[in-house]
């Protein structure tokens, strides 16, 4: 699976956009980006994914470049039960293939 | 979305003595479970991959006879650390995949296991 770059945190106001950026320039072309959060002390909770098109869920948008190799997922209007590490995942799906986590961004929503 | 749930939450436990904990996917049957292991402030690093019926693929560095893996039905995964020390002190995540078009995998809320 290709390895994937965040900033190691954010900071952003409640009710604002949180925009996450996330660089994977090596994707391969049947790899997915999937983004999931963890907040403290929980389990990861599956965010949303996507292959090349734009996509947008009741959580949030994931915008992907044309050439795939960066996305950037957004919040439309964070609040404080978003404070959580978000981790990008670049993965082949439909098959047995690994979940393998890096880093994740931190991300602090601030009244 | 798909549900898995771990128990116990939180364990204390003995140096020396052997912790169970139990990962269950409630609303589907899940022929894969991962177990992730989490220190803190670190990211979850993967420990396993359990598969139904058959044995455990450990990941490199992680000891097959001190964490045993049980995958015996498809909604229940079991993991056993086996004569725990304080080291092994950490938060420790299942995850189920749901057989489909995705294979996504859901995540259980975790088991913090203290060892004293």
């Known amino acids: 699976d290709a390895k994937t770059t965040q900033p190691p945190s954010m900071d952003c106001a409640e009710g604002r956009a949180a925009n996450l950026p996330c660089n994977h320039s090596t994707i391969s072309g049947n790899e997915y980006v999937y983004w999931y959060r963890q907040i403290h002390s929980q389990g990861p909770q599956y965010i949303i994914h996507g292959l090349k098109n734009n996509e947008t869920n009741e959580m949030a948008s994931l915008i992907i470049t044309e050439d795939r190799k960066s996305s950037t997922l957004i919040l439309p209007h964070a609040t404080l039960r978003d404070t959580a590490v978000y981790y990008c995942i670049v993965r082949v799906t439909g098959t047995a293939s690994k979940l393998t986590f890096g880093t994740g961004t931190r991300l602090q929503v601030t009244l | 979305g798909a549900v898995v749930s771990q128990h116990p939450s939180r364990v204390i436990c003995k140096s020396g003595t052997s912790v169970k904990i139990e990962c269950r996917s409630l609303d589907f049957q899940a022929t894969t479970m991962f177990w992730y292991r989490q220190f803190p402030k670190q990211s979850l690093m993967l420990m396993a991959t359990?598969?139904?019926?058959?044995?455990?693929?450990?990941e490199q560095g992680v000891e097959k006879d001190k964490f045993l893996i049980n995958h015996a039905s498809l909604t229940l995964s079991t993991l056993t650390v086996t004569s725990a020390h304080p080291e092994d002190s950490s938060f420790y995540i299942c995850?189920?995949?749901?057989?489909?078009?995705?294979?996504?995998?859901?995540f259980g809320p975790g088991t913090r296991l203290t060892v004293t």
């Open positions: 995850s189920a995949r749901e057989p489909g078009q995705g294979n996504e995998q859901y």
């Open positions: 359990s598969n139904e019926g058959s044995k455990a693929t450990y």
